[in-house]
């Protein structure tokens, strides 16, 4: 049934770094959305300004609570949803030592269709309506997720992820199987109501040259799929794939060489680039995820905010989670932890901007901009309500507000899963209210 929805409503249509802050966002202090029975947005404004045939509507009135485009994570791993706070020395330990063992599971369909619904159910109770996920190099892993997604209704891009090296046998494939089983997971999945595929090399050190280079093709032979790796993380890291790759004239040049930069491809980190790398993604249209709680909990350095969106050669800026080596599914702490990181590089982070990044600007990296992203009237009403007051200490500090920078700031620094008052997936509600 169609829906009124009231409350402070926001939506973005530019990034408030480069439209200017005014120009850049919608925001009504006494909001109202209209959700249609096919859970698209059908009006959003004013609640003076709303059409008189929507007047006689059933409205949910959620007051001062904001109500904004769904929170979308760009970067975030399936296998590793319980793996938050798991020690390891570096990156690399951190792998072997955790991730490796863990994601050896999703071998077994029964295991990765239980973890599916507990990932998913996380993401939704979090305010986090679609996400950009990593899976294991198990098949059964990647068709449980869609699977589980579709049955939500959740805009998720996800694929099997590729390795043929460095990493125990039962994690790993080879180039002509994870070939194989891409091409069937394209086939069954990409473009089947709300899901995306997304090519998974993993990074170049778990990845052989035959395999970058079936990554390579399959993504020119599917142009409309994104690709998702990492890059540039550690120092440790770095090294080592300077040692498999010594013709390469960096990190980056790994990619490009096998034809894994473009418009559609997304890296995730990408904290220790040169110059010339940073030239050479803004030429190739490629995007940087900025990961603020993996980063610092692993120790690997601080995303540079203003280099890697320096306004002569722009590199498109997500954000992410990236949950489990991110130690939190909240996008919310995730704009504010951006912010800490921004501040030690010298960076200017509004939360403003931070929630652009987290809605509209992570929609467009993934191509669904046209669906979701903001409240324009078409799009599926993928939705978070957000509660400033959601706990004592926040509301004492709501009271001080005076602007929306200043009640968005105090969300992200201090806003967390409590303060989803409730989340819509295509114009269902999930919880709160």
């Known amino acids: 049934m169609s829906q009124l929805l009231f409350g402070r409503t926001l939506s973005f249509h530019a990034d408030p770094a480069l439209a200017g802050e005014p120009q850049s966002h919608d925001y009504e202090e006494r909001g109202a959305l209209v959700i249609g029975d096919d859970g698209r947005i059908v009006w959003a404004g004013a609640r003076g300004e709303l059409p008189d045939e929507h007047r006689a509507l059933a409205v949910t009135d959620y007051g001062d609570k904001l109500i904004s485009a769904g929170f979308i994570d760009a970067h975030i791993h399936f296998p590793q949803y319980r ?54 190099v ?60 997304a090519i998974t090399p993993r990074f170049a050190i778990t990845s052989s040259e035959a395999q970058l280079a079936v990554s390579g093709a399959l993504l020119k032979a599917h142009p409309d799929c994104l690709m998702q790796t990492h890059l540039s993380e550690q120092a440790g890291e770095i090294a080592k794939v300077a040692e498999l790759f010594p013709n390469a004239k960096d990190y980056t040049d790994v990619y490009d060489r096998f034809g894994l930069l473009g418009p559609t491809s997304l890296f995730g980190h990408s904290i220790h680039l040169s110059e ?44 992410a989670t990236d949950v489990g080596g991110g130690t939190s599914y909240s996008m919310l702490h995730t704009i504010g932890e951006a912010r800490k990181v921004a501040q030690m590089k010298g960076c200017r982070l509004t939360a403003l901007r931070g ?79």
Do not use: Q
């Open 83 to 136: 793996m938050l706070a798991a020690p390891g020395n570096d990156l690399l330990d951190w792998l072997n030592r955790f991730t490796f063992p863990e994601e050896g599971r999703y071998a077994e369909r029964r295991h990765a269709e239980t973890a599916a619904a507990v990932f998913l159910d996380r993401l939704i109770a979090h305010g986090t309506t679609s996400a950009l996920v990593f899976s294991s």
């Open 138 to 197: 198990h098949s059964v892993a990647a068709d449980a997720l869609f699977a589980a997604a579709e049955a939500r209704d959740l805009a998720i891009v996800t694929g099997k992820t590729m390795m043929d090296r460095n990493a125990p046998a039962n994690v790993c494939d080879d180039a002509e199987t994870g070939a194989r089983d891409t091409e069937e997971l394209i086939s069954k999945w990409h473009g089947r109501g709300r899901a995306r595929y």
């Open 276 to 319: 010339r790398e940073c030239a050479r993604l803004a030429e190739t249209g490629s995007a940087a995820v900025h990961c603020p709680t993996s980063n610092t909990f692993l120790g690997s350095g601080l995303f540079d905010l203003d280099l890697i969106g320096r306004k002569d050669r722009p590199i498109g800026i997500g954000l």
């Open 355 to 433: 929630l652009y990044f987290s809605t509209l600007g992570n929609a467009r990296l993934l191509k669904l901009d046209t669906e979701i992203g903001s409240l324009a009237p078409g799009k599926f009403a993928d939705l978070v309500v957000l509660d400033a007051r959601a706990t004592p200490v926040m509301a004492a500090r709501d009271d001080l507000s005076e602007t929306l920078e200043d009640r968005l700031f105090a969300l992200a620094m201090l806003g967390d899963e409590r303060a989803v008052a409730a989340t819509y997936v295509r114009g269902k509600r999930w919880g709160g209210g």
